[in-house]
């Protein structure tokens, strides 16, 4: 079935498809750092981006294909600035887990912890039940399972 397109509306521009191909594909062939798609805001004037979907495996994915590269960085605008932190995880109190691992995840339970294995702490801001505070996720090297 054809694409509905209304780019040039004056409210709501849109692109609607109707059947399991992707309605709209971008793409960037360039060998060096080329980018697929921008979406530039001006600050204050809301989200850059927003995904709402009633897919029930996912509201949205992010994939990374035939390549070693990270399928995902964030990056924020002040290098090195005293900010709030570039990413923010929100689960609503129904949704029962926070975050899901999945693949080689190891329990810091069976590990022989000393300081000598502890490289570095990584700071969490945490605002859950018990109030808001800062934590910390420890980072391992040369951890060994004991």
């Known amino acids: 079935m054809a694409n509905l397109v209304n780019i040039w509306g004056e409210t709501d521009p849109s692109l609607v498809g109707d059947d ?4 709209l594909t971008i793409s960037c062939t360039s060998a060096g750092t080329g980018t697929g798609l921008l979406i ?4 204050g004037t809301g989200a850059a981006l927003d995904t709402i979907s009633d897919n029930t495996s996912y509201a949205a994915r992010i994939r990374g294909a035939l390549s070693t590269a990270p399928a995902l960085q964030l990056v924020h605008s002040v290098a090195a600035g005293a900010t709030i932190a570039p990413l923010q995880i929100i689960a609503s109190t129904a949704s029962g887990a926070f975050i899901d691992f ?14 000598a294995n502890i490289a570095g ?19 391992f090297n040369k951890a060994v399972a004991a």
């Open 102 to 115: 999945r693949g080689a995840v190891l329990s810091t339970a069976s590990l022989a912890m000393t300081g």
């Open 20 to 23: 399991s191909t992707p309605t």
């Open 40 to 43: 530039d805001t001006t600050p």
């Open 121 to 139: 702490l990584v700071p969490v801001w945490i605002n859950g039940a018990g109030g808001a505070n800062q934590g910390y996720i420890p980072i």
